[in-house]
Every structure is written in C-alpha cells, then in structure tokens.
C-alpha cells in the first residue's frame, strides 16, 4: 500500500513537471507590465530587448525561473521577476508562445560568413553547428528547451552570444552555448545575428 502510494505520489509529481502548460488568457492579464519593453504584441520594438512572440513556453518559464535564481543575471530583469510565481511564469509564458512573431530579411553579406557556421559549424575549433540544436530555420525544440532564434531582434543576440561567450551568460545547460560561442569573433557574431533575423 505505501509503495503505491509513493508510486502515485511520483506520478503526480512527474506529470505535474511535465505539464508546465499555463493559461495563455490569464497570462495576458499577468503581461501587461512587460509590454513597455517586450511589446505589446511580445514583438519587442526596441533591438536591445529579446522579442518573446512565438518563444516556446517551457523556455520562457526556464528563463524566468533563472533569472529569479540569479543563475541567470540581469538587474532589471531580475526585478520584474521577483514577484512571480510558478504560475504566474507557466500562464506569461503560454500567452507570449500564442503570438506570432514578425519576419525579418537578412543582407547578402551576412549569409557568406553566417551560413557555414549556422550549417555546418566549425571543426577545427570545435564548434557545432548551430542548426544541431537550433534547427535548420532556427525554431529550436520546445521540449528540449532549445530557443527559436531565428527572427529574433539583432542587437538582442549580439548582446547575449557576446555574454555567453565571456561567460558572464552560463545558465546554458552543459556549457552548450559557452562552448559554441568561446571562439566566435565578433565579426562572427554580427553576421550571425543579421542571419538569424531572415531565418524563417
Ligand atoms: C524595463 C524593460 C523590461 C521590462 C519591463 C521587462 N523586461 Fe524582460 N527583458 C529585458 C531585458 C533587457 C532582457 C535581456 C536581459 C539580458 O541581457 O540577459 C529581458 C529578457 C527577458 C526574457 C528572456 C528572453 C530570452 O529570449 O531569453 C524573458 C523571458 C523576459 N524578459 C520576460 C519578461 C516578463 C515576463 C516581463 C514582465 C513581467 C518582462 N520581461 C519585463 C527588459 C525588460
Ligand atoms: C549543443 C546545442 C547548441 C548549439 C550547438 C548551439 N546552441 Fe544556442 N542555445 C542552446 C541552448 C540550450 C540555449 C538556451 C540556454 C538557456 O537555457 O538559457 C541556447 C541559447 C541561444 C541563444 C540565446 C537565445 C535567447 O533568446 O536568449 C542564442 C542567440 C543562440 N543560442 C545562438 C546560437 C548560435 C548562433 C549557435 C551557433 C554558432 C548556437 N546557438 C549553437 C543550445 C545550442
């Protein structure tokens, strides 16, 4: 009897985990103090702030969950998370996964340094490709917690493969954008940002 007990307890506790849905109507309600720098359509007008329209929700809730932690830091972020909690986080996040995200195009210059790295990486320095967990167009993999990166603003993405390359950005799970990211120069990272904006 009390294994079934704990058998059950861990079924719930598991299926409870994986079910990080939220409710994407109350989450619009919850958005509503993000929209001055997210947008208010989650399409971030301002390049240095992340677009978070059509983001995968699980995440999203990792992100804000990290920055809560502090494993993941920035001063203003972390203090629009404080009062947050675990639902509030699971209903934000479905409402921002629910809206489309606007297309960008990418310049032609951009592609000759940016494609070869995105498809085939680099194995000379030991770099993976991009598309490996990214995906070929950049629309990552919810349940693995890989972002959509491809339509994402470009000054956002310089900015973060820039901390993820000095490490100041390590909530990456085994290293795996500190690692990608050590050797890429900054020329690198420029054409990689303009590329990802056209990658849809
Ligand atoms: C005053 C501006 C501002 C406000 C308001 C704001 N954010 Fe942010 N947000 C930022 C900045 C700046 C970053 C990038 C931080 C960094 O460089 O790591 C960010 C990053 C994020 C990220 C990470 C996105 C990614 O692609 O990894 C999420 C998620 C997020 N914000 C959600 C929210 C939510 C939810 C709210 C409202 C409760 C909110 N933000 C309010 C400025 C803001
Ligand atoms: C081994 C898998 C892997 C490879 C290879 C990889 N990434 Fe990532 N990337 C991730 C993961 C996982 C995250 C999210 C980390 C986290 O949880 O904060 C991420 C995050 C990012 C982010 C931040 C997204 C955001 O919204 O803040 C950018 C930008 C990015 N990757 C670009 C790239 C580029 C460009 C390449 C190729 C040069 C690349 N990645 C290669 C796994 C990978």
């Known amino acids: 009897m009390k294994k079934v007990a704990i058998a ?3 079924l719930v506790s598991l299926v409870g985990a994986a079910n990080a849905t939220g409710n994407a109507e109350a989450g619009k309600a919850k958005a509503a103090t993000c929209a001055a720098c997210h947008g ?6 301002v390049a240095m702030y992340p677009k978070l329209a059509g983001q995968h929700a699980d995440y999203l809730v990792k992100q804000l969950k990290d920055f809560k932690s502090g494993a993941r830091k920035d001063p203003i972020m972390m203090g629009m998370v404080m009062g947050l909690s675990d639902e509030d986080m699971a209903d934000i996040a479905a409402h921002y996964q629910s ?5 960008g ?3 032609e210059d951009a592609v000759a340094i940016a494609k070869p790295l995105y498809q085939g990486g680099d194995s000379k320095r030991n770099m993976a490709s991009c598309m490996s967990c990214h995906g070929p167009r950049g629309n990552g993999a919810g349940l693995a917690k890989f972002p959509k990166i491809s339509s994402q603003n470009e000054a956002y993405v310089v900015a973060q493969l820039k901390k993820f390359r000095s490490g100041e950005r390590a ?3 085994q290293k795996m954008m500190v690692d990608t990211a050590k050797s890429l120069t900054d020329a690198e990272i420029d054409a990689l940002a303009k590329y990802l904006v056209g990658l849809h």
């Open 40 to 45: 208010a359509d989650g399409n971030a007008p």
């Open 8 to 10: 059950l307890t861990l």
């Open 105 to 107: 195009s990418t310049p």
């Open 99 to 103: 809206l489309p995200v606007t297309e």
């Open 171 to 173: 909530n990456d799970p």
